[in-house]
């Protein structure tokens, strides 16, 4: 018998939820794992004094976590091609030639736009971030910029493409949910991603910069890359062959793999690394070189399988949780009755964006946080004429860029692994993620720009 959680019940538990994530992670500064497991584990002691049985209650969890495993194949297989590149030179000979063309002066923007081109070519941040996003963290570290200004800049641009590419999942799924075309969708998105993009552009450019920058330590550092690595073009097929893959729509998984096996070629070929066990080791454990400058040696020496499982055992606790969440009835009990009393339509808007912003926060999965609102929203906006893009877009703006935003989303635990910053560090300075969703709300708010992102279609101020 699947029992019906009331209101009331549901939102003692959000707000148990909220409050204890809130005192661990911002007030005590505890690392997520604990304080979402022990929210896990009081959750779901209290669904089971609510009447839900055990049964139920390990089938939600068990759910929760069956979502969480292409992510955690994703993560794995970044984690040995992060090694896999640096071991054969690939990230290397990018900081080598990305010093002599990056003017540290315009590093952020430079990082800004780079990501944004390459985000846009494979739809993926995770790709971008892992690639192009750590040897722009290298740079910044040898320069001496701010690794949280370059952490909000590489993220920011990562995500354009998340939310802007054609060949991004979640740009193909948000108005699949909202039942438009994808095209339809992406034209719409320009109202909030355009203005976004120009305040973030404006805020790197002017963004605070050291006063004194580092510069005579990058001919140090060259040559310190050049006594530990062959430098040399053919270390770029790799990442080309990824990106190429990528454009072809090829899956994430066997475009991960492409990207291991020729680096591992490049390696035997390029940097004649030819000994198996040394692989496997690198793989499992990172890359460990030999190198006395200290500089280059931070920034090469990372990556493996074993670099993942930070990020791997948070998304599991987080998305158990989730499981539970969504799977009782928790979510579900909460926004429907959120819906009825809302007169406006603008108000609809805005539940819409904030319901995936909660779903975000109370899940951590970005998939959910367009999927749930989506689903319990599409029909309120179909009864009240709503157009359909709008719905696709707000799930987008507060779904999508959201996620990298929460220390124990997929995306924000996996880019805080990668780039060596903490999500509360570079949360500032990801200026693209929050903007879209102030903006979002402003048409929904403001009449005049509902008007001029809407076109001829009904104004949602009801």
Same mark, same amino acid.
């Given at each position: ?5 009331? @209101? ?5 538990? %959000? ?6 994530? @809130? ?37 939600? $969890? ?7 495993? #292409? ?15 640096? #071991? ?5 000979? %990018? ?78 799924? *948000? ?43 990058? =001919? =140090? ?6 006594? &530990? ?13 990824? $990106? ?26 390029? =940097?004649?690394?030819?000994? $198996?066990? !040394?692989?496997?080791?690198?793989? =499992? ?31 599991? %606790? ?34 819409? &964006? ?47 860029? !959201? ?12 880019? *805080? ?17 929050? #903007? ?9 708010? $403001? ?16």
């Amino acid at each position: 018998m699947n029992r019906e959680l009331s @209101f009331s019940k549901s939102i003692f538990l %959000i707000v148990f939820i909220l409050a204890l994530l @809130f005192v661990s992670i911002f007030l005590l500064k505890s690392e997520p794992h604990l304080p979402l497991l022990a929210t896990t584990v009081g959750t779901a002691t209290m669904l089971r004094l609510f009447g839900f049985p055990w049964k139920k209650l390990e089938s939600a $969890i068990i759910q929760g976590i069956q979502t969480a495993i #292409m992510p955690i194949l994703i993560l794995s297989l970044i984690g040995i091609l992060i090694a896999v590149w640096m #071991m054969s030179g690939t990230v290397p000979t %990018i900081l080598y030639y990305g010093m002599d063309y990056i003017k540290p002066q315009f590093f952020a923007v430079s990082a800004l736009f780079v990501t944004i081109i390459v985000s846009m070519f494979t739809g993926s941040s995770f790709t971008t971030v892992s690639t192009v996003g750590v040897a722009f963290m290298g740079i910044a570290l040898t320069t001496g910029i701010s690794p949280t200004l370059a952490a909000g800049a590489i993220i920011s641009g990562a995500c354009f493409g998340d939310k802007m590419s054609p060949l991004s999942d979640t740009t193909n799924f *948000a108005p699949a949910v909202a039942g438009i075309s994808i095209f339809t969708h992406i034209r719409n998105m320009m109202y909030t991603t355009i203005p976004a993009l120009i305040i973030t552009t404006v805020f790197f450019m002017f963004a605070p910069k050291p006063e004194a920058m580092d510069l005579s330590s990058i =001919q =140090q550092i060259k040559l310190a890359l050049q006594e &530990g690595f062959q430098i040399h073009w053919l270390t770029l097929l790799s990442p080309f062959a990824v $990106i190429a893959c990528s454009f072809k729509r090829v899956s994430i998984i066997p475009t991960l793999i492409i990207g291991i096996v020729t680096g591992l070629l490049i390696t035997a070929f390029v =940097q004649h690394q030819t000994a $198996i066990d !040394v692989w496997f080791s690198v793989m =499992q454990s990172g890359y460990h070189s030999s190198i006395a400058n200290e500089t280059v040696a931070s920034i090469v020496n990372r990556g493996g399988l074993q670099s993942m499982m930070w990020s791997v055992s948070l998304i599991l %606790i987080a998305l158990s949780l989730g499981g539970l969440l969504q799977h009782c009835g928790v979510i579900d009990a909460f926004f429907r009755k959120v819906i009825q009393p809302l007169k406006r339509s603008s108000a609809i808007v805005l539940m819409t &964006g904030a319901s995936s912003i909660a779903v975000n926060g109370m899940t951590g999965e970005q998939y959910l946080s367009i999927l749930l609102p989506g689903q319990m929203f599409k029909d309120e906006y179909n009864r009240r004429g709503i157009p359909a893009k709008t719905l696709s877009r707000t799930l987008e703006d507060c779904g999508t860029l !959201v996620n990298p935003l929460i220390p124990w989303g997929v995306s924000g635990a996996f880019f *805080a692994a990668t780039l060596g910053v903490p999500v509360i560090e570079y949360l500032p300075y990801a200026t693209f993620l929050w #903007m879209s969703p102030f903006i979002t709300f402003a048409y929904a708010l $403001i009449p005049r720009l509902q008007k001029n992102s809407l076109g001829q279609e009904q104004v949602v101020s009801g």
